[in-house]
């Protein structure tokens, strides 16, 4: 397609991180600010998926210690996938420990996190320690990686409320250098120097059995001031993952643009 140029609200302030860079640059090349999560328990499905989508999306979202069969070629075989079809990869571990516990758990462990992921994120509940653990992780690893701060969540009944909303805001302004931006329902933070990533969308608002919230990309994108969604089950428990993926990115697209013309 011929390139465009977008005239997004808020991504042309956020540049200032390597990986926002490439995340922004991604999306507007692919037209797509779409992130599946591939949530499958077996390596050769996540790759097969990988095949499917990866033309479609802007990031794929795992979660390694879900994997059964998960190994040092499992990381290798997505970082390839992720060059070739230009997309970033994301490891959700959500780090919420002391400094000196998620750098090992970030470096070490079976699953070497940032020897591969582009973008990872963090609870900010420890306070700046697991910021500045994460930080020294990264630089160890000679990688550029991003971290988001889980500022709010999806799920029914969570604990978040506005005031821990507010200090994950600071927290991530105190960490331009490591903190792209957060995981959260809403856009926290006008400047748009700071993305925003929303799970919790389905194409339908509803939810699951387990206290999950769906709402619609035209909801999290339009109204609320999200840049990308995370999509899940929506994805690859569809019949047709790849035609699901379609349908997401267009909307998520289309919502992107709609809400920057206005
Ligand atoms: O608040 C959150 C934060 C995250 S990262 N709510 C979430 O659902 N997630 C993740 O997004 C969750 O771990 C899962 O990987 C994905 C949502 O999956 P879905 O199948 O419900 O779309």
Known sequence: PVPVTVRCRWGAAAAAHPVAQRLLAIRDAKRSNLCVAADLCDAADIMRLCEQIGPLICVLKVHADTVDNWTAETASALRAAADRHNFLLFEDRKFADIGHTVVCQA????????????LINAHGIPGRGVVDGLRQACQASGRAVGLLLVAQMSSKGNLI???????CLAMAREARDLCI?????ER?????????????????????????????PADVIGCRGADFIIV???????????QAAR??????????????SR
């Open 232 to 242: 899940g089950r929506g994805i690859y428990g569809a019949t047709d993952p790849c």
């Open 107 to 118: 470096s070490g462990g079976v699953h070497r996190i940032v020897a591969w992921a582009d």
């Open 161 to 167: 409320d506005s005031a821990y909303t507010e200090r």
């Open 188 to 216: 926290l933070d006008d400047t748009g120097e700071l993305l925003v990533m929303t799970p919790g969308v389905q194409l339908a608002a509803g939810g699951d059995a387990l206290g999950q919230q769906y709402n619609t």
């Open 247 to 260: 349908a997401y990115q267009a909307a998520g697209w289309a919502a992107l643009t709609d809400a920057s």
């Open 181 to 185: 931006g957060f995981i959260a329902q």
